[in-house]
């Protein structure tokens, strides 16, 4: 099997290293912010490095499974960087949901030590990682892709090939603007039918019976009327990726008008200090507000 270097460890990267690892991988791994998911890790047989640098060198498949693109481009330059250490024919894979621009200029930088950049956005939660059904995004050179797929095919149940390298970003981009709009939208419909006097069962049975039913609408009426967090991304991720969106549309020079309400509305909640709550949370953020 590959060696495989893996750098992220938070919720969803340290499900992901608990799966290739009950798949018999051998997998070296690099602290970030949490010591106990890297000692986890370990007990279970994987080696720690202490650089970027020194488990590009010892890996096959680099992958990471970081917050943003600045945290990414942290790991991949400088000297103790990725790009120092990595040796050619490597294949490196941001898991990540990243700029399209910065996956760009990454992958030429890799390109010039014989090494090949994949982007390959992440959907579903890291319940379905460590089962190995996560949703995978991936695009970049189709024979490095061919050659990790096999990987890939333990972590994902739906493994997708989109084309030339940053295209998952740019799909993933897209989707998460429309989840997040989404449910932005539905938070406020049930806190606008807490202001109108409407149980929250009765506008949502109406609702969902019909064509806007959908997944996202199920994870915010599951926590507006059982308190059950389903979706388990931060309001602060959200923000994140739809002003990736809108950096997107501007660098396409194209004016995104729809994502205006939902980086509006995650921006204040993230101002108000909720940025840490999850998405589905932005029911009672809205309910408060309401009226103001």
Known sequence: MAKIGFIGLGLMGSAMVERLQAKGHDL???????????????????????????????SDIVMLCMDTSDSVESRIYGDDGVLAGVREGTIVI???????????????????????????????????????KLN??????????????????????????LGPLGTGHKIKLINNFFAMTTACAMSEAFAMADAAGVPREKLYGVMSAGP???GMMDFVRNYAAEGKIDLAFSVA???????????MADSLGARSRMSD??????????SAGWDQRMVPEMVDFLAERIKR
């Open 28 to 58: 070296t791994v690099i602290a970030n912010r949490s010591r106990a998911k890297v000692e986890a890790a370990v007990g279970r047989g994987a080696t720690e490095a202490t650089t970027a640098r020194d488990l590009a060198g010892a």
């Open 94 to 132: 941001d898991f990540g949901t990243s700029l399209p621009a910065s996956t760009l200029k990454i992958g030429e930088a890799l390109a010039g030590k014989g090494a090949t950049y994949l982007d390959a956005p992440l959907g579903r939660t890291p319940a379905h990682a460590v089962d190995g």
């Open 261 to 270: 309400c939902a980086a509006v509305t995650l921006g204040e909640a993230n």
């Open 136 to 161: 995978i995004m991936c695009a970049g050179d189709e024979a490095a892709y061919d050659e990790v797929k096999p990987v890939l095919d333990e972590l994902g149940e739906n493994v997708f090939h």
């Open 237 to 247: 991720n959200a923000a994140k990726d739809v002003g990736y969106y809108r950096a």
């Open 212 to 214: 806007l039913h959908s």
